[in-house]
């Protein structure tokens, strides 16, 4: 089944909202386990979602390039050694699309929802 | 049985659910091309490390920090399972799989039979090896059947479906 182009389902829009929600509290790249738990925390509940949907959903919009994502350059004061974070980045089409799943009817929860101002 | 003194049983189950969620991932991730599969790989190892960091932080204990992960990693299951569904149609369906996917495919199909055979031989139910057969020859006669889906990877995780241009 092919979606359009456009086309968000409720955890794409999820995500980008939660990361466009962090973006706006000052952090600019955030990794998979604070979008994770922005969505769980902010997103009201029944939000619990897995790490397979969660990283499944973060690739297919990385694939549409409504994300943008690199590897943590240095390694962390916290986490010297031990696997690196990959970082991600909502794009101006990113929010373009977020906005329109908005306009059309698809829910985020409520601190996720971006300010209209 | 209660555990030895200085190992609390939430440090035993948060063990046990950490080692379930490695072997999980590199289960359904062994059939993807290498760069996705290293990557993300990767990110879910970092994903469970700073799972664990922010429990301790919150001062979670390791039962809760135990529940926490094993319930994401449940609701996580069905996802990842047909993830996996759909790319192993995917390598079934590529008319142009070279020996490395069909190493994958066969090796998949044994690991299957194995646990297959396994359950039969431990739970004294000698008819599931029919059920071992008939899985066989499905897969085999519903080989040409199939269509194609998308796997909902990213594109390099459909690297099986790719053909070098000319």
Known sequence: MNRRKDELIQIEVDVLAAVLALQKRGIGECHGFLIGKTLETDGGAGSLVGHGTLYKALARLEERQFLRSRWEGNAPKDRPRGPRRRLYKITGSGQRALSAAIAQGGTVGSFLRPASS | ?166
């Open chain 2, 1 to 166: 049985m209660s555990a030895p003194k200085g190992i609390s049983l939430g440090s035993i189950v948060l063990a046990t659910v950490l080692r379930m969620e490695a072997w999980w991932l590199l289960l359904i991730t062994a059939s993807m091309p290498m760069e996705p599969r290293d990557r993300y790989r990767e990110e879910l190892r970092s994903h469970l490390l700073d799972h664990l960091e922010d429990d301790q932080v919150l001062g979670r204990g390791s039962l809760k920090s135990a529940l926490r992960i094993s319930l994401r990693f449940v609701a996580g299951v069905p996802a990842d399972i047909a993830a996996c569904a759909r790319q192993s149609r995917l390598l079934l369906e590529d008319r142009s799989k070279g020996p490395a996917k069909r190493f994958v495919l066969i090796v998949g199909m044994t690991l299957a039979a194995a646990a297959l055979c396994a359950i039969a031989k431990l739970s004294g139910h000698p008819e599931l090896w029919f059920v071992v057969v008939g899985l066989r020859v499905a897969l085999l006669l519903g080989r040409k059947k199939w269509h194609s889906v998308g796997s909902g990877f990213p594109r390099p995780m459909d690297a099986t479906r790719h053909r070098p241009r000319s």
